[in-house]
């Protein structure tokens, strides 16, 4: 990517509301050159989330209540077209970027279903995909088959030292 083409790349990834890490680490932009694109952003109006903080952790993300049902919605609408091949060594942002959309757009028509929790923040569904390319590691995760609903479901490995349970029929997973 030409250097135009990755401010092009960034200045789309902010106005969709990605943090700083985010951009800088999908656009190679240096950290510096990110910032004044998010000042820039934010200068035009457009609602920037700058967050340069640590970024969470997958475990984290899911503990929030309701969020385990969230995070599995996303992840099976990110992983159910990808080989797991094409996840589990780089996040593929494009197919991130779609899967997210669909699961705003899925959300949005089963409201009933979410009704009093919020959707998973991008940048927060963005960890959860990453979490998917380490699966043995203390940041990991992975899509486990429930036995009981035959369903796939997010889990983040550190999960395992408490009860795993599926997200969608709440079973315990052993
Ligand atoms: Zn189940």
Redesign the pocket.
Known sequence: MIKAERVTSAQFLIKLGFRQRIVSQVTLLTTSQVRKLFDECAYRGVEVKKHSGPPPTAASIVRETGNSLEASFLMLCYTRTLDPDRYSNNVDVIEYIRAYDEYINLRNQNKHYFESIKPIDISDGFVLAESLRNPDSDTGASMLD?P????K?YNPISQYRINTR??????VYC
């Open positions: 429930c009981h609903c035959s369903c479901f599926c997200s969608w029929c709440n079973s």
